[in-house]
């Protein structure tokens, strides 16, 4: 990350990418001095409720983050940046955004957890348009989305919404899709089996996701010998997939399967009154198939150079995979995330699959919807089967 003294004093010209953190108040005059080379600018978790006028000078920017400020209007003047590909805005209070306000070239649109009540028609035509993030909004419908032709993953997930459009699960090349805590979708309170706080002895950090944080750790319930434990305390707050209650009700309706990792209850008596699962500890020797997407893939996973996977290793995934998916499908469960950076393998492609962050329950869907739902997942399923089949 970079100072605004260093920026201030020209120790940054030529930069092409830009992280400045400095409880700003507003956009710093000195980012024109990298107008001619600035295309990844990220002023997230400052103060800032506009842009300058002269904001648009800066014309090769491609990637935009203004997340964690007080933005309460989306800035108009970004619909005059011609080369803005990617737009963040996470946890604002944005209320509204201009019809004229979206860049035609926008790919990637990032919306999650502020006060939006409606979107404006000009979404509907942004034909590059793939990925968009609305979890967390006050959303009561949707523009006609028909005319973005390319959009592959959409989270829809904590809105107002009472239903989904067809036009938007009809899109010929969506693959991912969150819906979960809507008016349309029914409450849902399992009956599982619950561990409690007082049996487990934490140990440490194994990771931490979008929707909370996982703690190695040791249950001993008092019947039979302890056990090695994985505990995910939820934030307990909306994430860019939804709400954690929804993740920890559709892990727990997916049963168990030998390609789910295995889910022993949910947390109670959490001393701050936090949701959290148990799961079984899954080995060091596992490892993630992939990578989350980089900004060029946008919705595609990443692989290191030069990774290539034997065919052997790549038919036991799939296949895995594949009777994971037509277990829970079969449970009236939708997967919504299915990516390789959510699947864990061993040395010989054995697949578990996990964090069900962006699941939805196809019975909140008519059911021509649950068909097209499906057909999504399958297209996902098949991007899967392609990346695996490729020298990277």
């Known amino acids: 990350m970079a100072s605004l003294l260093e920026l201030e004093s020209g120790a940054l010209v030529g930069a092409r990418e830009l992280r400045l953190q400095a409880d700003l108040l507003a956009a710093p005059p000195a980012l024109l001095d990298l107008a001619s080379s600035l295309e990844i600018l990220d002023l997230s978790g400052n103060h800032l409720s506009s842009l300058p006028s002269w904001f648009p000078k800066l014309e090769k920017l491609r990637i935009l983050f ?50 939006l009540a409606e979107l404006p028609r000009s979404l509907g035509g942004l034909s590059r348009l793939q990925k968009l993030m609305l979890a967390g909004n006050r959303l009561e419908s949707l523009p006609d989305l028909s005319g973005c032709e390319k959009l592959q993953l959409v989270r829809l997930s904590a809105n107002q919404l009472d239903a989904l459009p067809d036009s938007l699960l009809s899109l010929p090349e969506l693959a991912w899709i969150a819906w979960s805590g809507n008016p349309f979708c029914r409450p849902r309170t399992s009956s599982s089996a619950s561990v409690h706080w007082e ?134 469960i939708l997967h919504g995330d299915l990516y390789a950076h959510n699947i864990l393998v061993d040395r010989d492609g054995y697949p578990l699959i996990g964090d069900f962050g962006a699941s939805g329950f196809l019975e909140d869907l008519p059911p021509h919807q649950q068909a097209l739902a499906l057909a999504a997942e399958r297209r996902a399923f098949h991007h899967l089967a392609d990346d695996l089949s490729r020298v990277w």
């Open 66 to 115: 203004l997340s964690f400020n007080r933005f309460q209007d989306f800035p108009e003047i970004l619909g005059r940046m011609p080369n803005l590909e990617m737009i963040g805005f996470k946890s604002n209070e944005i209320r509204s955004i201009p019809d004229s306000a979206l860049p035609p070239s926008l790919r990637w649109l990032i919306l999650t957890d502020n006060r």
């Open 199 to 332: 049996d487990l002895t934490l140990e440490g950090r194994l990771g931490q996701g979008a929707s909370g944080v996982i703690h190695q750790a040791i249950w001993n319930p008092g019947k039979g010998a302890a056990k090695d434990v994985a505990v995910k305390i939820f934030k307990g707050e909306v994430t860019s997939d939804g709400y954690p209650e929804d993740e920890r009700e559709a892990t727990l309706a997916a049963g168990v399967h030998p390609h789910l990792v295995p889910v022993l209850g949910k947390l109670e008596n959490h001393p701050t009154g936090s949701q959290g699962l148990v799961m079984d500890r899954i080995a060091p020797t596992w490892s993630t198939l992939g990578h989350p997407p980089s900004f060029e893939s946008c919705t595609r996973d990443t692989y290191p150079p030069g990774t290539a996977f034997p065919a052997s290793f790549r038919t036991r995934v799939l296949e895995g995979v594949e009777s994971m998916l037509a277990h829970i499908h079969g449970r009236g």
